[in-house]
Protein backbone atom coordinates (compact mmCIF):
# COMPACT_ATOMS: atom_id res chain seq x y z
CA UNK A 1 0.00 0.00 0.00
CA UNK A 2 1.83 3.76 -1.02
CA UNK A 3 0.81 6.89 -2.23
CA UNK A 4 3.52 8.33 -4.39
CA UNK A 5 2.10 11.95 -5.18
CA UNK A 6 2.18 13.02 -1.41
CA UNK A 7 5.17 14.55 0.51
CA UNK A 8 5.19 11.11 2.37
CA UNK A 9 5.34 8.11 1.05
CA UNK A 10 4.38 4.93 3.00
CA UNK A 11 4.50 1.06 2.95
CA UNK A 12 3.60 -1.68 4.71
CA UNK A 13 4.40 -5.16 5.46
CA UNK A 14 2.14 -7.15 8.32
CA UNK A 15 1.63 -10.75 8.99
CA UNK A 16 -0.98 -12.56 11.12
CA UNK A 17 1.37 -14.96 14.21
CA UNK A 18 2.13 -18.64 13.57
CA UNK A 19 -1.28 -20.73 12.48
CA UNK A 20 -3.22 -16.79 12.97
CA UNK A 21 -5.87 -15.81 10.62
CA UNK A 22 -6.61 -12.70 12.61
CA UNK A 23 -3.80 -10.16 13.10
CA UNK A 24 -3.98 -8.16 16.65
CA UNK A 25 -1.84 -5.32 14.57
CA UNK A 26 -3.81 -2.36 13.46
CA UNK A 27 -2.77 0.66 11.73
CA UNK A 28 -3.49 3.76 9.67
CA UNK A 29 -2.21 6.70 8.11
CA UNK A 30 -3.16 9.65 6.14
CA UNK A 31 -1.68 12.87 4.75
CA UNK A 32 -2.92 16.86 4.53
CA UNK A 33 -2.05 19.27 3.22
CA UNK A 34 -0.34 20.52 6.65
CA UNK A 35 0.55 17.11 8.36
CA UNK A 36 1.09 13.55 8.10
CA UNK A 37 0.18 11.18 11.02
CA UNK A 38 0.85 7.09 11.25
CA UNK A 39 -0.76 5.42 13.94
CA UNK A 40 0.37 1.15 14.85
CA UNK A 41 -1.78 -0.34 17.27
CA UNK A 42 -0.92 -3.92 18.95
CA UNK A 43 -3.94 -5.36 20.63
CA UNK A 44 -2.79 -7.08 23.80
CA UNK A 45 -2.92 -11.21 23.64
CA UNK A 46 -4.42 -12.37 20.81
CA UNK A 47 -7.47 -12.89 18.57
CA UNK A 48 -11.00 -11.00 18.51
CA UNK A 49 -9.57 -9.48 21.72
CA UNK A 50 -7.08 -7.90 20.86
CA UNK A 51 -8.25 -7.15 17.93
CA UNK A 52 -11.30 -5.07 19.35
CA UNK A 53 -8.79 -3.01 21.25
CA UNK A 54 -6.27 -2.04 18.27
CA UNK A 55 -9.34 -1.44 16.45
CA UNK A 56 -11.03 0.85 18.88
CA UNK A 57 -7.30 3.10 19.03
CA UNK A 58 -7.77 3.15 15.45
CA UNK A 59 -10.56 4.33 15.10
CA UNK A 60 -10.22 6.92 16.97
CA UNK A 61 -6.84 8.15 15.48
CA UNK A 62 -8.69 8.21 11.89
CA UNK A 63 -11.65 10.61 13.63
CA UNK A 64 -9.08 12.96 15.22
CA UNK A 65 -6.59 13.49 13.02
CA UNK A 66 -5.69 17.27 14.29
CA UNK A 67 -5.07 16.31 17.60
CA UNK A 68 -1.59 16.37 19.09
CA UNK A 69 0.12 12.94 19.34
CA UNK A 70 -0.56 13.69 24.00
CA UNK A 71 -4.33 14.13 23.06
CA UNK A 72 -4.65 11.45 20.98
CA UNK A 73 -2.89 8.87 23.50
CA UNK A 74 -4.92 10.45 26.27
CA UNK A 75 -8.24 9.72 24.25
CA UNK A 76 -7.49 6.45 23.43
CA UNK A 77 -6.66 5.24 26.85
CA UNK A 78 -9.68 6.86 28.25
CA UNK A 79 -11.86 4.14 25.47
CA UNK A 80 -9.54 1.25 26.32
CA UNK A 81 -11.18 1.02 30.13
CA UNK A 82 -12.63 -2.46 30.41
CA UNK A 83 -10.88 -3.62 27.36
CA UNK A 84 -7.94 -5.89 27.22
CA UNK A 85 -5.58 -3.16 26.36
CA UNK A 86 -3.03 -2.17 23.93
CA UNK A 87 0.05 -0.74 22.81
CA UNK A 88 0.63 1.96 20.52
CA UNK A 89 2.94 4.09 18.49
CA UNK A 90 1.82 7.40 16.75
CA UNK A 91 4.15 9.20 14.38
CA UNK A 92 3.10 12.95 13.27
CA UNK A 93 5.05 15.20 11.05
CA UNK A 94 4.30 19.06 11.01
CA UNK A 95 5.07 19.97 7.39
CA UNK A 96 4.62 24.08 8.15
CA UNK A 97 7.07 23.78 11.49
CA UNK A 98 9.57 21.21 9.90
CA UNK A 99 9.03 19.00 13.15
CA UNK A 100 8.06 15.51 13.94
CA UNK A 101 6.51 14.47 17.31
CA UNK A 102 6.01 10.78 18.65
CA UNK A 103 5.32 9.09 21.49
CA UNK A 104 4.78 4.70 21.91
CA UNK A 105 3.36 3.21 24.71
CA UNK A 106 4.65 -0.59 25.13
CA UNK A 107 6.30 -2.40 22.26
CA UNK A 108 6.04 -0.70 19.51
CA UNK A 109 9.00 1.32 18.60
CA UNK A 110 10.54 3.82 16.20
CA UNK A 111 13.40 3.82 13.89
CA UNK A 112 14.43 7.30 12.85
CA UNK A 113 16.34 7.37 9.98
CA UNK A 114 18.91 10.23 9.20
CA UNK A 115 20.10 11.26 5.53
CA UNK A 116 23.11 9.55 6.26
CA UNK A 117 21.99 6.59 7.15
CA UNK A 118 22.12 6.89 10.81
CA UNK A 119 19.64 4.96 12.64
CA UNK A 120 18.47 6.39 16.19
CA UNK A 121 16.00 4.02 17.98
CA UNK A 122 13.30 5.29 20.58
CA UNK A 123 12.96 3.94 23.66
CA UNK A 124 8.89 3.38 24.01
CA UNK A 125 7.18 4.40 27.03
CA UNK A 126 6.77 1.47 29.63
CA UNK A 127 3.23 0.22 30.05
CA UNK A 128 0.21 -0.10 28.06
CA UNK A 129 -2.97 1.63 27.26
CA UNK A 130 -6.06 -0.03 29.02
CA UNK A 131 -7.60 3.21 30.59
CA UNK A 132 -5.25 4.17 33.69
CA UNK A 133 -3.37 7.16 33.69
CA UNK A 134 0.58 7.24 33.60
CA UNK A 135 2.60 9.77 32.62
CA UNK A 136 4.48 9.46 29.44
CA UNK A 137 6.97 11.21 27.05
CA UNK A 138 6.27 12.76 24.02
CA UNK A 139 9.26 13.65 21.61
CA UNK A 140 9.42 16.39 19.28
CA UNK A 141 12.28 17.02 17.05
CA UNK A 142 13.15 18.93 13.45
CA UNK A 143 12.09 18.11 10.44
CA UNK A 144 15.40 17.09 8.03
CA UNK A 145 14.71 16.75 3.84
CA UNK A 146 14.94 13.50 3.23
CA UNK A 147 14.58 11.36 6.77
CA UNK A 148 12.98 7.84 7.02
CA UNK A 149 10.84 6.37 9.59
CA UNK A 150 10.08 3.18 10.74
CA UNK A 151 7.52 2.49 12.60
CA UNK A 152 7.40 -1.44 14.27
CA UNK A 153 5.02 -3.86 16.15
CA UNK A 154 7.07 -6.39 18.64
CA UNK A 155 7.01 -9.66 16.13
CA UNK A 156 10.07 -7.94 14.46
CA UNK A 157 12.99 -8.58 15.88
CA UNK A 158 16.21 -6.69 16.98
CA UNK A 159 18.29 -8.46 14.57
CA UNK A 160 15.79 -7.69 11.61
CA UNK A 161 16.13 -4.03 12.56
CA UNK A 162 20.07 -4.45 12.11
CA UNK A 163 19.78 -4.95 8.49
CA UNK A 164 21.14 -2.48 5.78
CA UNK A 165 17.81 -2.70 3.69
CA UNK A 166 15.93 -1.05 6.04
CA UNK A 167 18.16 2.56 4.84
CA UNK A 168 16.92 2.24 1.71
CA UNK A 169 14.94 5.11 0.92
CA UNK A 170 12.89 3.09 -1.64
CA UNK A 171 9.70 2.21 1.29
CA UNK A 172 8.26 -0.19 -1.12
CA UNK A 173 11.64 -1.93 -1.80
CA UNK A 174 11.82 -1.86 1.87
CA UNK A 175 9.22 -3.90 2.46
CA UNK A 176 9.23 -6.28 -0.38
CA UNK A 177 12.66 -7.07 0.91
CA UNK A 178 11.59 -7.70 4.47
CA UNK A 179 8.83 -9.65 3.05
CA UNK A 180 11.52 -11.96 0.87
CA UNK A 181 13.87 -11.85 4.15
CA UNK A 182 10.64 -13.16 6.69
CA UNK A 183 10.03 -15.48 3.86
CA UNK A 184 8.69 -18.50 5.43
CA UNK A 185 9.68 -17.81 9.15
CA UNK A 186 6.90 -18.76 11.54
CA UNK A 187 6.82 -15.67 13.83
CA UNK A 188 5.43 -16.05 17.80
CA UNK A 189 4.28 -12.45 17.47
CA UNK A 190 1.86 -10.43 14.74
CA UNK A 191 4.44 -8.48 12.65
CA UNK A 192 3.72 -4.87 11.44
CA UNK A 193 6.48 -3.09 9.96
CA UNK A 194 5.39 0.26 8.62
CA UNK A 195 8.14 2.02 6.12
CA UNK A 196 8.12 5.56 6.01
CA UNK A 197 9.72 8.19 3.45
CA UNK A 198 9.98 11.89 4.14
CA UNK A 199 10.82 14.33 0.72
CA UNK A 200 12.68 13.12 -2.24
MN1 LIG B 1 2.57 -8.13 19.45
Same mark, same amino acid.
Given at each position: MNNQRNKVETAVFQKAKQNQHLCGDSYFYTETEDEYICALADGLGSGEFAKESSDIVIRIIEKNIHATVEQLIKKCNGQLSGKRGAVIGILRIDFRESRYTFSSIGNVGIL? @???NGVKKRNIPNAGYLAGYHRPFKVVTDTLYPSMSFILFSDGVTDKDLSQRFLLNRDVNQVVQTYANYTNGEMREDDTT??? @????D
Amino acid at each position: MNNQRNKVETAVFQKAKQNQHLCGDSYFYTETEDEYICALADGLGSGEFAKESSDIVIRIIEKNIHATVEQLIKKCNGQLSGKRGAVIGILRIDFRESRYTFSSIGNVGILT @IFENGVKKRNIPNAGYLAGYHRPFKVVTDTLYPSMSFILFSDGVTDKDLSQRFLLNRDVNQVVQTYANYTNGEMREDDTTLIA @IKYGD
